[in-house]
């Protein structure tokens, strides 16, 4: 007997609008954020400090990125940023960039909300 297995990669922007109803609070607080945009170097460089970017890739579910952090001010500091991002296979991939981090959790609110 064999058994086959499938995995499949579910990212953040794909489990959002999977999961969102139509009008529902996911969907409202997925209005205020930026997403899919392609997290190339050239767009993370270009980010204003201390927003909150996301990455669209997770490693066991929507609450657990494979990035998460506040842009840096600091030239020196994005380079190590970007260093953590390309390690985290989060590089070429979509992203969500938030406010803060607050905005981000009340998305994630917003999402468990409309599973209810």
């Known amino acids: 007997m ?25 969907q409202k607080q997925n209005m205020k954020a930026q997403h899919g945009h392609k997290l190339t170097r050239k767009y993370f460089m ?5 927003m909150f970017l996301v990455s669209g ?6 609450a657990d990125p494979s990035f998460a ?3 840096s001010a600091e030239p020196l500091e994005r380079g190590e940023q970007w260093k953590r991002i390309v390690e ?9 960039v938030f406010i803060n981090k607050q905005q981000w959790l009340n998305f994630l609110a917003a999402i468990e909300r409309d599973l209810q």
């Open 57 to 62: 890739t997770c490693k066991s579910g929507p």
């Open 46 to 50: 270009a980010l204003a400090p201390y």
């Open 69 to 71: 952090e506040h842009v």
């Open 2 to 26: 064999s058994v086959s297995l499938t995995i499949q990669l579910t990212t953040l922007p794909q489990f959002a609008r999977r999961l969102a109803k139509p009008g529902g609070d996911a």
């Open 88 to 96: 985290a296979k989060a590089n070429d991939r979509n992203c969500f």
